[in-house]
């Protein structure tokens, strides 16, 4: 079963150690890449099995200011991967169900989360799709890799949340 933690020092080694496959880099980039854009504003998550980093993401907590479709009070969902080593045993799946409860905990204030996902990248479209995004019919222009679909999932209110 999958955990998802806030990153701390002691994943630090584990998280390193992550990496995608060649064609998925032009997708995500590379650990050290993603490592950089950490701040006050942009938090690391890791997501485990039975203790083991296993995958990561950064959760934008001003994603709104970059997208102007993007409601005030959400977050953004950035960097998400499953290492290449545990890729294919529905990791991935079993984390993005498990984001809106995990969110609407740490990030009370969120109403919603929004991800960027690129238009050439269909089986992580599908993989958010299955995991309750829906895609907002917009594109954002200023990737990297060429545009990319804009997806939203609602999150429960922290009044809505089941513990």
Known sequence: MVNIEKMTTQHLVDVIGLSVAQEQQ?????IEEILRC???QIRPHV????????????????YAKKLEIIK???LGL??????????????????ILALPNYLS?????ASHLYLTVNCQNA????LYLKGGFE??????????????????RKLALNSEVKH
């Not at 032009?26 to 590379?30: I, N, Y």
């Not at 950035?78 to 984390?95: M, N, P, T, V």
């Not at 089986?123 to 599908?126: L, N, V």
């Open 78 to 95: 950035c960097s998400f991967f499953i290492s290449q080593l545990h890729q294919g045993k529905g990791y991935a799946k079993q984390a």
């Open 26 to 30: 032009r997708f995500v980039g590379t």
């Open 135 to 152: 895609d907002t019919n917009n594109l954002y222009h200023g990737g990297p890799s060429g545009p990319q679909h804009i997806m939203v």
């Open 72 to 74: 005030i009070k959400s």
């Open 123 to 126: 089986i992580a479209k599908e």
């Open 38 to 40: 950490i701040n006050a």
């Open 47 to 62: 997501i485990l099995v039975e203790d083991k980093v296993v995958g990561f993401f950064l959760i934008d907590t001003v």
């Open 105 to 109: 905990e740490a990030y009370p204030n």
